[in-house]
């Protein structure tokens, strides 16, 4: 499968002009070949063959679609040696990662195929006819989950497969009916490219009409704001920066139709050590959070980027081993200048903050992209006093906060924004008499853990990757596991209908889980 | 019971200024006493009471939230001879109206308790620790739904029960743990104070703390301004005209955080009749039209507003059957002046179109709000080139489009914006050849109907009322039914938590329903 420089548009290759390229970030050599900005003809025709699938409910069958997203996996598989090469290329992360994010990727996709034929999560909802009820007949309802429509996925730099052209918005936006048209990303357009032609193989092998899947590249956040605005598109998923989340979100409120946004926009995921766990783990909990940090270079949407502690002698030496386990490493090469650059610029505005100290920078090195590790300190007034510091910085650093009091730790918890996570170390005993911290947490953030760390998010049913604003767009839905399958479905009811107009999934010998006058059906499988 | 002209905060009767007065609109007398806009410390104390039931858990144990809808339906139907001698003499519905729609509110309010002691629609996700899981050991994970928070909900204007201070958005954000603050609405203010205080009454008989519930009152823009953008505010329900709605919905995505506003807007309601039918039945479909129509002097979000038909010998005949049941009764009483003008100038609006004719008008009448029905007619081509003539007229109209061919009836169809309903009245065998009309409508609808009508919501499980754009300002929230607690909850994932520190929710040994490890549990009672 060679590399062209093309759009996916409906099972078709589409050559451009040339107008941008990938680079190494380790190297900085030019990788070719070129790509080129999708125009607004070639959006119009992904959409276009999206809305027409949607329309004519040609993905309307969930075996077929099931059939999809396990052969999606079957031919990233196939393709996994040369997206691996270009991954690395492109992106500068390890091959081990590669390979380890193409295993997820897969399952994931497997997933949704398995949520299918359970058809959990979507279930049809049968109230039948009750003729005789007084004072009035009820008259048989149905209610089923159609899908959205057309999604428009914008894929993230720092998970080239798992969040990216197959990840979980574009599985999950195809578990749940809807075509997808994908928005290659700039920085790894190559990768995308051969994700895309994959998926593109998936979708013949499944005998599903080309229109389901598209892929457009672009480089100016013109194509971007194209495909969100498009009158076709249904809905929007993202995942990235707060800036670049909050943008489309805007964009598509100030539509003629406004659709939803689902953007994952990454946050600072808090660490609450409370005392017996610093006094009793602080070392092994330093050394575990060095390694959290460092993972991707950094580049984590659950990063542990605050750390809480409340300041004894343990506390001093937590400081030392936390310093050591972060700071002695060669750095890391980031995935682009232009994250680099970021990374950068959040460490200067915080280490010139009133209250902010950088107490250990690690080895730099002379990549254009070479980042090194940083603790950060704040002196827990000053961070209560000023939220600008409990921004996500995305790169390897973290930063503690020394509160003087357990009081203190809970005004800390009080002036959190909304996490994707929070974690807190600490005995079962101790928390027990500190409930009002979980509590506290629990209503910040989107997944709350114990004697753990935030990086590492499990795709399954129970995970809920989310969060309040501005970790995400909206609370009430997940961009990761089995339920991110809901943001992409709305509910129809159908009153009346006899057998032979419904749609299939709603007629009475439909197999597939569902609630029949209030109680539930056996799954069987579809 | 007797009515003061006060707001209900957290328990207190608080006086105001007195600013405004409710007025008879049969009579146009002026209703005593007087009422005021709350204040903004008023509202603030409404807000700050309800945010700090949702920090302490006040309102965590659902089995108490199900005792208090339960006392709120039994203290409603202990004023319910004051709530109707009030409330008709507001609104200018009839007393059977108002003995109705308490029955249906009392239920609604029941439902729900039986929805929490049953457990569904927010259900706990269950993943056991596989601590031997390879290549990495799997973590317990717990996912429950966690109340938003406070909750502003304005009523709507036409059902001052179902829709109102009790009513559907109340009933679902407190059966989802959520404190509501209710703005009264103006035009019934005293049938506001009544029903909140039988809601107050209700708090105490379930020993829940008093700031769960609060109403202010309030004629002036600012009050629901201060509301919406209060930091304490979770999320906003509305029912009522849709340049309220979206008023409401852009000031809640202006906040610093931006919080869900689910608003529903009404729709216009389109009712396809086709060839057969109209053959067949005719002359019982439009006297079943009529009278859906003039139901509530069509002050229903659901009444039909389009007829679409195929122009034949026996359209004519539907046409003058439809004319004759439409405009022949005396006029009805609209609810206030205010809705009376908007009434006229739409029609005004409408009659003044490119391709738009009034067939008929009903009698007048003298009173200040006396609204005569009306019967427009579009044709077919004008009505697909301009949308503008597929507004709801909010009243007792409705506007039949004559397509030339079935052909042109889907391009009608095809132009539709979004809505709550649409009907279809035809035979099987007619639909079964005309199945893409159904396809259309349905992605155009919340709810699809052979031949009924669209007034007249069912309060179950299976029930949608909601719908795209612009009938509500997202197409994934149902107001009516049981699953509309679901826009007012979120998943938080518990990671890794001993089961002493878990939410009782979560807890091995917690009642009710969940799904353990992919297992459906017996729901059980909680």
Redesign the interface.
Known sequence: MSIEGVHLIAGESVAGQGTFHATNPASGERLSPQFSDATADQIDAAVAAAFQV????GAEDPQARARLLDAAAARIEQAGAAITKRGVEETGLPEGRFE?ERGRTCNQLRMFASVLRER?FTES???TALPDRQ??P??D???RM?A??PVAVFGASNFPLAFGIAGSDTASALAAGCPVIAKGHPAHPGCCELIGKALQEAVRDAELPAGIFSLVQGQSFDVGTQLVQHPGIAAVAFTGSRSGGISLWKLA?TRE????VFAEMGSANPVFILPEALATRGEEIASSIAVSVRLGVGQFCTSPGIIVTVSDDHGEAFKESLSASLCSEPPGTMLHPGIREGYSGALEQLASSHGVEVLRRGPTGSGACDAEATLLQADALSFIADKTLQGEVFGPSTMLVECSSLEEMLRVARTL??QLTATVHGT?DE??NF?QL???L??R????????MPT?V?V?????H?G???AT????W?SVGA?SI??F??????????D??L?ADLRSAAKGRH?ID?V?QDPGSV
């Open positions: 949607h329309e004519s409910r380890a959990i909802i049968i109230e004072p009035v009820r008259p309802l149905r209610r159609r959205l429509g409120a139709v406004p659709v939803p924004e909304g079962t928390l027990q409930r979980l509590d506290l629990e209503d953030v989107g997944r709350i853990l114990f004697n753990g590492g499990e399954g049913e129970a995970m809920h989310g309040p604003w501005p767009t909206d609370s009430r997940t339920a809901q943001r479905v709305r509910p129809v009811c159908w009153q009346g209908f006899p032979q107009l749609p609630r209030g539930w």
